[in-house]
């Protein structure tokens, strides 16, 4: 694992259930842990973007790495989320790398589409 290629950081963001003061129950994204990570798209390379016809296109599939630890290892995905660079991302896929308990890659796309 590169650690000089985690050169972006991301918000893990928890889809929790609050209730206000008259007992309405509602779903709220809150923050939830905050990392540096190496971003690869669905081809394996190491930028989300690439250049079709001299226009800047982005992956809707991303990867994210991370480096291994309690918080991130918590992170599933049914309740959990990633933000990164202005833009909400799913996480349809969390790989332990053989369990080495080195890194993490979340195999994500980006929301609303």
Known sequence: MDVAAMNVRIMFQK????????????????DYYSCHATVSDSLGKSSAESEAAGQTAAHPDIS???RFCHKAKAVDTTGFRILW??????????????NKKRALKFKCEKAGR
């Open 85 to 98: 660079d202005g833009g909400i991302y799913d996480i349809l896929k969390v790989d332990h790398l053989n």
């Open 64 to 66: 994210f790495t991370v």
């Open 15 to 30: 889809n929790e259930m609050v209730s206000d003061a008259i007992g309405n129950h509602e779903n709220v994204w809150t």
